[in-house]
């Protein structure tokens, strides 16, 4: 079966620092994507990253940014000069022909 | 915010009713799913269409059913709401390639008594 794992359920960070949230997944794929979706309480799903597998550069979106190891099958997000509004669960998920798998969600809460 | 619409937001209904959850994007874009979320938990795809006239299911077995007459509109239906449906229902839609983003909805959220 293909999973996604999030291994911290729960996170704080204070703000203006910086945290990673960890993601394993276990596919026999070879070419596949993933993802980094935010869902703030109440408010739509939105994508904050997304990776292609066969490239080996990290993705960077402004202050998110991944560190992808394709051998280990790790993804981790980090989010940098963090702020109010990045408390969120955060998912970790990956496509396969448009399919989406997700992982369990880490819950993000931002100190003032 | 993306483009993407689900009515209703809420709905409180009693067990054995028929109900559709209404969801539609106006992006033009050939894949919609939906998705069943738990509180706190992970999304589980549930169906997911390609085109118009296409209806898969999803990796979660589900009593509900789903159409795709047009391009903008995918609802799905309960045709006997049971306090086991209780449950979050997010439709989403992306464009045909593998790698595109989905674009959530804001999620209707069902409670059968």
């Known amino acids: 079966a293909q999973t996604v794992t999030q291994s911290q359920p729960e996170m704080s960070v204070q703000e203006a620092e910086t945290v990673t949230l960890s993601c394993t997944y276990d596919t026999s794929e070879s070419d596949y994507y993933l993802f980094w979706y935010k869902q703030p309480p109440s408010r739509q799903m939105i994508l904050v990253i997304r990776q292609e597998a066969y490239k080996q550069q990290n993705a960077t979106e402004n202050r998110f940014s991944v560190n992808f190891q394709k051998a280990a099958k790790s993804f981790s997000l980090k989010i940098s000069d963090s702020q109010l509004g990045d408390a969120a669960m955060y998912f970790c998920?990956?496509?396969?022909?448009?399919?989406?798998?997700f992982g369990e969600g880490t819950q993000l809460t931002v100190n003032p | 915010e993306a483009d993407i619409y689900q009515t209703p937001r809420y709905l409180v209904i009693g067990t054995g009713k028929k109900i559709t959850l209404e969801c539609s994007q106006t992006?033009?874009?050939?894949?919609m799913y939906w998705y069943q979320q738990d509180p706190g938990m992970e999304l589980h795809l549930i169906h997911y269409s390609y085109g118009v006239n296409s209806t898969e299911k999803g990796d979660l077995s589900s009593e509900s059913t789903v159409s795709r007459i047009r391009t903008e509109h995918f609802p799905l239906t309960l045709e006997s709401a049971r306090p086991s449906h209780t449950s979050q229902y997010l439709c989403a839609s992306s464009r045909s390639q593998a790698w595109e983003t989905q674009y959530f909805g804001p999620g209707t959220r069902l409670l059968v008594l």
């Open positions: 992006m033009g874009h050939d894949k």
């Open positions: 998920a990956y496509t396969i022909g448009s399919r989406l798998t």
